[in-house]
């Protein structure tokens, strides 16, 4: 291998940190359903295409080292910190794990796994009970668990973004849309009119003014505990 490459090929880091984040995923998501398994292995699929590219090989900037290389000179385009390439194209190029879009990363990343763990609880909890999960983070959005996938590869992209992962993302975003508006069907047919009042005072993915400034979101809840 040689020095120029050498911060890829680690494929053993691949593994190691592609199974971490999935099985820490999984910790807090518990799918069950065959729409859980589904959801859960597009985001692991995301994560691994991620990971093969962080440590194993680095598509994206092999295809575009040309341009790169034109437009940034200066740069061995093919060390590790220059696979941030955000914070390499926006100038931060002293310690990238310390820039900005590093640190946002980290800001959306933990974000979105605390919301998964948490809305994972509620929701838990209400099908324990056969009520609607209205607490905690589904007072704020009706789907918490697949916005906090999304914030995590959200995060991910920030922080490494791929040709790849680009082009999953919004595929797996508008996957999880379907299988939340599908979800949304089967509460309807089984809650009726409580959960279509929960509907329309709870937005679905991007959350109201309303209710992060502490709006009354709770009505929904006093309607499944009838």
Known sequence: MSPETQAYGLWSLVIVNSAVFILFAYSFFKPRTGRDWRS???FSAFLVALFAEMYGFPLTIYFLSGWLQARYPGID??????????????GWRVNPHFGP???LSFVLIGGGFWLIAGAWRVLYDAQ???ALATSGPYSYVRHPQYVGF????????????????????PVLVAMYVRLARAEEREAITEFGDAYRKYMAQVPGFVPSWNGLSGGSVGGPAKSDET
């Not at 385009?77 to 926006?90: N, P």
């Not at 999304?150 to 993302?169: N, Y």
Request: hydrophobic fraction near 65%.
């Open 40 to 42: 859960f292995g597009a």
């Open 77 to 90: 385009w093919f060390s590790h910190d220059a696979g941030h390439l955000l914070e390499m194209m926006f």
């Open 101 to 103: 879009f590093h640190l």
């Open 128 to 130: 324990q009970h056969r």
């Open 150 to 169: 999304i914030l995590v590869m959200l995060g991910f992209l920030v922080q490494w973004p791929t040709l790849l992962t680009l082009a999953m993302f």
